[in-house]
């Protein structure tokens, strides 16, 4: 089931998935000429929140999390990046060290590319320049709803819309009327949302008996996409 018309997924979902498909076969093959393929397994961390960045990187496979630690160890999850996006640009743009961390969440490849590389076809194309100033534009605007999501917003409408968010993460390759099935711990869904794991339990069961979803195992298939929109009470 779609969601145009009733939840405007692009305000809380941002993409870099059509970023490299501006450039020309020269430019693809000058920014891959350097490139490196890693298989990550479950909890393999990709960088990490202070160190140097050294290039960028493309998600080929599988789901990663970035994320902030609190001084507590607490995570809180920024952002889930899937199949097809770029990750880790922004510290190599400004020069700066990463601002977050990145782990994958399950079985995951990933392309690393040079820095070099990456800036050198930025500066060749002024086109491959602008789309990534729009996608960091975007990207800036989904963050802020994002933050007030966490400070505004009850716990049912933060999972509702964290739900709805990870559903269009996790249907890369499905279409609209396949089940798909958001394979995420209840740890991270609860970093995702901002609530406590066992909130997150006690709401799966509520969302659960209101037939908005189905559960196997960890994974959650959402069932009433209009239900759940609802539960997000988004105005």
Do not use: C
Request: neutral net charge.
């Amino acid at each position: 089931m779609s969601l145009n018309g009733i939840f405007p997924i692009d305000r809380w979902n941002f993409t870099t998935h059509s970023v490299l498909s501006v450039l020309s076969e020269e430019e693809t093959a000058r920014l891959t000429r350097h490139l490196t393929e890693q298989h990550l397994f479950k909890g393999d961390v990709i960088f990490r929140e202070g160190t140097v960045p050294s290039g960028i990187f493309l998600v080929r496979s599988g789901r990663v999390k970035k994320y902030k630690v609190d001084q507590l160890g607490k995570e809180q999850i920024i952002y889930v990046a899937g199949p097809g996006e770029l990750m880790g640009y922004h510290p190599v743009l400004s020069g700066e060290r990463y601002a977050d961390s990145a782990t994958a969440m399950e079985d995951t490849m990933v392309s690393f590319i040079p820095k070099e590389d990456f800036m050198d076809v930025l500066s060749r194309s002024s086109v491959f320049a602008l789309r990534m100033l729009k996608a960091m534009s975007h990207e800036f605007t989904v963050l802020t709803n994002s933050i007030s999501v966490i400070a505004q917003r009850t716990g049912p409408e933060r999972l509702a819309i964290a739900l709805i968010v990870l559903r269009e993460k996790f249907k890369y390759g499905l279409s609209d009327n396949e089940a798909i099935p958001i394979n995420i711990s209840r740890t991270d869904l609860a970093n995702m949302a901002g609530l406590a794991a066992e909130n997150v339990i006690r709401l799966l069961g509520e969302f659960k008996a209101e037939g908005i979803l189905l559960t196997e195992g960890r994974k959650i298939i959402i069932r009433d996409v209009h239900l759940l929109v609802k539960r997000a009470n988004y105005r």
